[in-house]
């Protein structure tokens, strides 16, 4: 059974840090594109970042560039998001997922793309 479990999530204040994580498991996903997306209460699902899997190439939605890395492990089938100098706006149910195989450099910002999802970890940002 494919699962992705994401994990970090928690309630920091503004300007703080946290560092999310994503474990695969029951495939490898070093062909993968993977992504960190979010959804706020009553808003649409974001994408957050996304990496290929040659980890050369990253996206960020523009609101997160500058203060958000993501990064993988292949090895260990983990992908990460630093994410610092939080804002209250960041505060949003945050998932990881991957593609199907892809090619080395693509990253992929539509969540349509993406065939494996975690189950989320909550990340609140007080003011």
């Known amino acids: 059974q494919v699962q992705l479990v994401e994990s970090g999530g928690g309630l920091v204040q503004a300007g703080g840090s946290l560092r999310l994580s994503c474990a695969a498991s029951?495939?490898?996903?070093?062909?993968?594109?993977m992504g960190w997306f979010r959804q706020a209460p009553g808003k649409e699902r974001e994408i957050v970042a996304a990496?290929?899997?040659?980890?050369?190439?990253?996206y960020y939605v523009d609101s997160v560039k500058g203060r958000f890395t993501i990064s993988r492990d292949v090895a260990k089938n983990t992908v990460f998001l630093q994410m610092n100098s939080l804002k209250p706006e960041d505060t949003a149910v945050y998932y990881c997922?991957?593609?199907?195989?892809?090619?080395?450099?693509?990253?992929?910002?539509?969540?349509?793309?993406?065939?494996?999802w975690g189950q989320g970890t909550q990340v609140t940002v007080s003011s």
């Open positions: 990496i290929s899997w040659s980890g050369d190439n990253q």
């Open positions: 997922a991957a593609t199907e195989s892809t090619g080395p450099r693509v990253t992929e910002p539509t969540g349509a793309r993406y065939a494996y």
């Open positions: 029951g495939r490898t996903f070093s062909r993968s594109a």
